[in-house]
């Protein structure tokens, strides 16, 4: 499910080998105002769909012009998964030449510069949304990691079906 | 591998009026933050620096350049005009069917750029010519203040240069000349 088709990126959601999509379930709830983690995620319905109006414009101006909105809006997770940022809610993704082929990006300089880091240069064109969660720590949570690495291996097993 | 005949997610929310409505708000605020941020880079300042130059907290600042919240038009501005840049708004097409914003157009006033040829010094309260404490009242006119009924101490014909001193006056010897310009602002 195509996000953003711009200029410079192809913004899709990542598909698992059910043919579910993690993040494209997320945003049609969140969109409906209906998301809820099972625990107090602190958005009411309206601002549930302010949310996402945000995170598409984002994503749209991400794809269009190559950049993010500002460096503070992503961040580098770990081997190549990263994440972008709106308010307390997180959405990751890695990037593929859409063949099946990924090369992690990762960018060990960054950090020092939090403030302002740049956005890589080697990202492939196709950005594919792992997963979403709520940030609650300093820390992306384990389990929130591991899920995102599992569904970047079944996406690019999708793309290399014949 | 993208299945291309479905529509995104962003064209399926801009099916329904609330949500054409909300992807424009949203864009508008990308779009305030994003210009912003740009200008921010080109200007090499940090945040502490901007923060001084546009009277605001380096909390605020940051707040801003992060997308904290709406961004109103009016601190938009404020932000661009502490970088060294104006705001200017457009507004393009949405929809095919829709007109091009028209320009109003109305006559534009001739602005008619007098010549003045005398200088006159009409009341002095000065100390010298140096302008240590003095105040000039200096009239500009076209004709000779005389020919107005104007009474000059000091008389400079701008056309021929020459100084006329019908009184005598405690005036230096050196004329401070006075060069009109389009706009001149005479002292009553």
Known sequence: MVVADGDHFLIECAIRRDLSSPVADFLDEMAAGAW????????????????????????????????????????????????????????????????????????????????????????????????AFQKRGQKAEERHMAFANQVREEDLEHDRRP | MTDDRRPSLIELREETREGRLGMAAARGTVGAVALLNRAFAASGINQHELAERACVTDGRVSQVLNGDGNVRVSTLARFLRALGYHLRLSAVRAEPDVELLPVPRRRRRERVREQFRFVSVAACDYIGWDGVGSEMVVQVTRSHPSALGLKAETVLDLETGEVERPEPTAIASRWTLVSPSERVHVRR
Do not use: M
């Open chain 1, 36 to 131: 809820a983690p099972g625990v107090e995620n602190g958005l009411e319905p309206d601002e549930q769909v302010s949310w996402t109006d945000a995170f598409f414009a984002a994503c749209e101006h991400l794809a269009d012009t190559g950049s993010p909105i500002y460096a503070a809006s992503f961040n580098q997770l770990r081997d190549g998964i990263w994440e972008l940022k709106h308010w307390d809610l997180r959405v990751s993704f890695y990037d593929t030449d859409g063949h099946g082929n990924h090369t992690p990006v990762v960018d060990r300089d960054s950090y020092p510069r939090y403030a302002n880091r740049p956005w890589p240069d080697g990202f492939d064109e196709n950005l594919r949304l792992t997963s």
